[in-house]
């Protein structure tokens, strides 16, 4: 097949995942044989590549599409969010940024997913293509398709722990897959604990509603408000929901608190947290005893409240289930930390 056959339509397909396997080839070799790559030595420039991709798309399709005018017509609008989503996948896969893997679940598109993995021992923060964000916990995984970002749906799956939030986007819903359930939202904020191989699944909510469905049972659903969950029993299949316990009771690490330090040992910070989230904080070198913290928190999760002081003390920290550690070389001349 020669490149001029590389039409809007078959671009189409290539993302939907319709292409025939001539088709998928010819787009890959197409963009094997546009010769982007950096000469050796030359730092990557990401987006004179994408310039370069969005020039070459143009040139093969017949079709200028000048992505940063307005007004554009739909169609052609339509047409640009196609070839783009297209270029980024392209460029994406030819980066390696990512772990690439195909889900095991049923998808529209054939194309490879990206794959988000914590490999640390504390909670990281990640942002997603529609500004969402989400604090994945240890051994966390979220997995996508960067296209599901431009249609109707915005598509994710998790395996782990993650708190989510949200982008509002009341036009395209925003849904997490997991094992066991499915969950809806348009823009919120809540907790969602998906491990495979435990006896639940559980979703929390912070703020704003959520939709929560049994995989095998889509007319298993229940609807969730601020401080509501839902925990669904592998074993039963049934799905059950509940007030979030009250203020009385330790909070979860993802549930936000306001907190307040004025020179204090950073042991007693310690011992509050452990009042506060029901957790084990352990210190891992004894000069940190002596380390002072000046700090206010203002509705913020442990994780949050943890990566704070750690990068104020220039120490680092672990969680490992309910057992925090905090590491460091502590302060032999002890003096406030502080933050606002």
Not at 13 to 21: N, P
Not at 86 to 104: D, H, N, R, W
Not at 156 to 164: D, K
Request: glycine content about 6%.
């Amino acid at each position: 097949m020669r490149e001029e056959k590389l039409t809007p339509e078959l671009l189409k397909r290539f993302l939907e995942g319709q292409a025939t396997e001539e088709e998928r080839l010819l787009v890959e070799t197409w963009y094997q044989e546009t010769n982007f790559t950096e000469s050796e030595g030359t730092p990557f420039n990401q987006e004179a590549h994408l310039l370069r991709i969005r020039e070459k798309i143009n040139t093969t399709t017949g079709e200028f599409l000048d992505l940063d005018s307005s007004p554009m017509p739909v169609r052609l609008w339509r047409q640009a969010q196609r070839y783009v989503a297209v270029a980024l996948i392209l460029l994406i896969g030819g980066l390696g940024l990512y772990y690439v893997s195909e889900l095991s679940q049923p998808t529209t598109s054939s194309i490879a997913s990206l794959v988000i993995k914590n490999s640390e021992k504390k909670v990281a923060k990640h942002t997603l293509p529609d500004g969402t964000s989400i604090w994945l916990n240890p051994e966390a995984s979220l997995s996508y398709y960067p296209e599901s970002f431009m249609g109707d749906h915005r598509n994710v799956t998790l395996e782990g722990e993650a708190f989510f939030d949200v982008s509002k986007d009341a036009s395209r819903p925003f849904i997490i897959n997991s094992k066991e359930i499915v969950i809806k939202v348009l823009g919120t904020s809540f907790n969602v604990r998906a491990i495979s191989g435990q006896e639940n699944y559980a979703v929390s909510v912070v703020s704003g509603k959520v939709e929560v469905a049994s995989v095998k049972e889509a007319d298993k659903n229940v609807t969730l408000l601020a401080e509501e969950e839902a925990v669904f029993e592998v074993a039963t299949g049934s799905l059950l929901t509940s007030r979030i316990p009250d203020k009385n009771q330790p909070n979860a690490p993802w549930q936000p608190v306001s907190l307040a330090f004025e020179d204090t040992p950073l042991k007693d910070v310690a011992q509050q947290l452990e009042k506060r989230f029901g957790i084990t904080v352990q210190l891992a070198h004894e000069g940190l005893n002596k380390c002072l913290v000046t700090a206010n928190f203002d509705q913020n999760r442990l994780s949050e409240v943890l990566e704070t002081i750690t990068q104020m003390l220039g120490a680092t920290y672990e969680i490992n289930a309910s057992v925090v550690t905090i590491s460091g070389e502590g302060c032999t001349n002890p003096g406030p930390g502080t933050h606002q």
